[in-house]
């Protein structure tokens, strides 16, 4: 994936550094559901010119226990060229007692990577420190001098769950000339709200005690929650390539003439491999042959390096070294098509298993993922070209539905990706099980996924046998198999679809009561656990839609007949569907079972009769079947 510029809301203010900050001064509100409080988060940003933006950072955390130390973690990430200084680093104890302090020389340097970066040019300072008690306290400060004044952080309150705030400043100071804008996106839930004040040239923005935000089931990002100030300046330097962006159209002739331009370079190489490829038939099946050739010979490595770690490496790179990121992959695919004749668009997008989107009314550089586009015949065809596994034409979960930066010569067009239906994620069990009396059943089942379900069993790709089947067991923990072996596994990168075949016995599946044997009339399902929340504050997504389809084949002992069979269940919701339907002959069961579930944000009000469709829903799979001994 492309960098992401890791700029926290820290900031520097003198006032404080004489305060200790106890942690009895935390107000209870901010205590509860919090692993950690920010006591202060100040930010003074000074905008000197075209090519020079300073920071400076304060932030004091206080730790409440051991899952909120990562909250409060000491680092600096920077690059080559950035200006570092005053640092300061003093930790407290409960009562606000001084423990120790640390200066810049106690940081740790090496190359930030968290995406285990195979080259790149960014850095990391970093304090290692154990604390040895809870609660304490970190206040953190420092300044940085950067010549790229292309990203300037959003003022947000916090970014992750369980932590509460303060109080945070967030002041920009603007002496550049340039024209600086701004954008306040308000919380659609009051979850909090953000103050401003100042003239055009120095202005300060601010939240106060804001309580954390629980880590609650199916809550969706904070971003969606809570309220930011977004920043974009009007012309700007990034690595020396001075541009503007006073509009999308702006802002994308700069990025291909700057960004992309330079790197769009075919070889001798490059026209030989797609001539050999001998294209032929509608432009899907060109891009197909393309795409998948593409896949054979690349694999995914993150690279850091070029125009601030935006640039793609060039298409010679990669072709000669057979790796890249997804900037350097996508480039290469789009250099590989250029030589075809087939046009396409390098697009930069949000990936996320929350869907977000660029705001069409406000330009600035963004993005953390870069996909093609390709017009076609019938639909756009979109590749996703980090993986040597995945389908043709496929996007997952943390990509679909959503809007891209489609990058072009004359400008950007924003456009969406496409949204797959429940009907498209979808998984379909085929299952024949063979009821034994002593309790035990064999069976055999047949097994396909599609759409984001298809994204989920794709991890199997690349398992060894032995692996799959150890995969297979837990995932299917509920049937306490004896024995289960999975067979004639699939990734049909045709169709976006896994499919495989399961032998398997299980033990206990049934119980004795007198003469008979009870069992479950969906053996194989998942066991999620619902509990209403009469106090919930904050809406909850369904991130997917998706439908799932049973059909179980339930053959019955020779001396034994069949007893009680449960009616035929419908069930109807805004949020979806669920049917079981039961089909019985003198020996053979058939169980036909289907739920459908839609995605969607909704307000919290509803939570709770989500949870009532999905608690009856498990429970009519808990359904029994009754056989007698004749």
């Known amino acids: 994936m492309m960098k992401i510029l890791c700029i926290g809301a820290f900031s520097i203010a003198s006032i404080y550094y004489a305060q200790t900050f106890p942690a009895a001064a935390i107000p209870e509100n901010l205590k509860k559901n919090a692993d950690a409080v920010i006591r202060r988060d100040f930010t003074t940003v000074q ?53 120790k302090s640390f200066s810049k020389s106690d940081l740790a340097d090496f190359a930030n990577n968290p995406q285990g970066a195979f080259y790149s040019d ?18 953190f400060s420092y300044q940085i001098t950067n010549k790229n004044t292309i990203f300037i952080p959003d003022f947000v309150p916090f970014t992750s769950t369980n932590v509460s705030l303060e109080e945070a400043q967030f002041k920009i100071i603007n002496t550049s000339g340039i024209n600086l804008k701004t954008k306040t996106y308000p919380s ?56 503007s962006i006073n509009n999308w159209s ?33 432009t899907e099946e060109k891009v197909k042959k393309v795409y998948q050739y593409m896949q054979t010979k690349t694999r995914y490595i993150f690279v850091a390096l070029g125009i601030g770690g935006w640039q793609p490496m060039l298409p010679d790179e990669v072709q000669r070294k057979g790796y890249g990121d997804c900037k ?75 809007n891209v930066l489609s990058i072009k010569q004359n400008g950007i067009d924003i456009i969406n990706t496409p949204v797959y239906s429940a009907e498209q994620n979808k998984e379909r069990q085929l299952l024949k099980v063979k009821v034994n009396e002593d309790n035990s059943i064999t069976g055999e089942g047949h097994f396909s996924y599609t759409g984001s379900q298809y994204d989920y069993s794709l991890g199997l790709t690349n398992l060894t046998a032995k692996e799959r089947n150890e995969a297979l067991k837990s995932q299917l923990d509920v049937l306490n198999c004896e024995k289960i072996e999975m067979k004639n596994f699939i990734n049909d990168r045709d169709q976006a679809q896994t499919v495989y075949d399961v032998d398997f016995k299980a033990n206990n599946f049934s119980k004795n009561t007198g003469n008979s044997l009870i069992f ?51 069930v109807n919701s805004e949020f979806g569907s669920y049917t079981l339907h039961f089909i019985k002959n003198e020996k053979q069961i058939k169980v036909l079972r289907k739920i459908h579930v839609n995605k969607g944000l909704y307000p919290k009000e509803k939570y709770n009769d989500y949870v009532s469709f999905r608690k009856k829903t498990i429970n009519i799979d808990n359904s029994k079947i009754l056989i007698t001994k004749i």
């Open 122 to 139: 960014n850095r990391i300072l970093a304090l290692s420190f154990t604390p040895a008690q809870y609660p304490y306290t970190v206040d």
């Open 188 to 243: 659609k839930y009051e979850y909090a709200s953000v103050t401003e004040s100042g003239g055009a040239l120095d202005k300060t923005y601010a939240y106060k005690n804001i309580p954390a935000i629980e880590d609650l089931q199916l809550l969706p990002q904070p971003v969606k929650i809570l309220p930011k100030v977004s920043f974009a300046l009007t012309q700007f330097n990034l690595e020396g390539k001075e541009g």
């Open 520 to 570: 479950r009339a969906v053996p194989i399902y998942s066991n999620p656990i619902y509990k209403t929340n009469e106090n919930r504050k904050l809406p909850f997504e369904i991130g997917q839609s998706f439908e799932d389809e049973f059909e179980i084949n339930f053959t019955i002992p020779q001396n034994y007949k069949i007893d009680e069979v449960p009616d035929d269940v419908t």
């Open 250 to 282: 702006d802002f994308g002739s700069w990025y291909y003439k700057s960004i992309l331009q330079p790197v769009s370079l075919s070889t001798p190489a490059i026209k030989a491999e797609v001539a050999a490829l001998n294209l032929q038939g509608t």
């Open 47 to 99: 905008i000197n010119k075209i090519d020079e933006i300073k920071y400076q950072y304060n932030t004091v955390t206080t730790v409440l226990n051991k899952d909120g130390v990562s909250k409060a973690a000491v680092y600096i990430p920077y690059e080559k060229g950035d200006n570092i200084s005053d640092v300061k680093i003093t930790i407290y104890d409960e009562s606000g007692k001084k423990v």
């Open 328 to 402: 350097g992959l996508t480039n290469y695919m789009k250099t590989l098509l250029d030589e075809a004749g087939i046009p396409s668009y390098y697009c930069v997008i949000n990936s996320s298993p929350s869907q977000i989107s660029f705001d069409p009314e406000f330009p600035k550089m963004g993005g953390n993922h870069v996909i093609l586009m390709v017009p076609a015949e019938k639909a756009n065809i979109w590749l996703e070209n980090t993986s040597q596994q995945v389908a043709f034409n496929h996007l997952n979960y943390t990509t679909t539905d959503r």
